[in-house]
C-alpha cells in the first residue's frame, strides 16, 4: 500500500522560504514525483514534478522561487520555497505515479499560511 507523509508546512511572512518534505512508502523509486497545492475556493494546481531521472518542471508562478529535489534511494521529495507571497497560502499535497499509467497516489497535505 502506497503511503505519502508530508511535513514542512506552517505560517511564514512575505518573503519568507519554506521547506515541504515527502516521504513516500510501498513504493519503489516512482516514475515521478510531484507537488500540488490547493487554495481556498480553488481547484488544486501543480507545482512542480521531478522525474527520477531528474527532469523537473515547474508551474509559472514557481519558477525561480521554488525548487523541486528528490531522492530516490529514500523515496523522498522535497520542495523549497522562497520569497513567499501570501498568495501562495495554500494546503500543498505531495504526489507520485509509480509509472506514467498508473493513477496518482496522494498525500493528506499540509498548510502553507502566507501572511502579508
Known amino acids: 500500500q502506497v503511503q505519502l507523509v508530508e511535513s514542512g508546512g506552517g505560517l511564514v511572512q512575505a518573503g519568507g522560504s519554506l521547506t515541504l518534505s515527502c516521504t513516500a512508502s510501498?513504493?519503489?523509486?516512482?516514475?515521478?514525483m510531484s507537488w500540488y497545492r490547493q487554495a481556498p475556493g480553488k481547484s488544486r494546481e501543480v507545482v512542480a514534478t521531478?522525474?527520477?531521472?531528474?527532469?523537473?518542471t515547474y508551474a509559472n508562478f514557481a519558477e525561480g522561487r521554488f525548487t523541486i529535489s528528490r531522492d530516490n534511494n529514500r523515496n523522498t521529495v522535497s520542495l523549497q520555497m522562497h520569497d513567499l507571497k501570501p498568495e501562495d497560502t495554500a494546503v500543498y499535497y505531495c504526489s507520485l505515479r509509480q509509472t506514467a499509467l498508473r493513477n496518482p497516489n496522494w498525500g493528506q497535505g499540509t498548510q502553507v499560511t502566507v501572511s502579508s
Open positions: 510501498g513504493v519503489n523509486n516512482p516514475y515521478v
Open positions: 521531478m522525474t527520477r531521472t531528474g527532469t523537473s
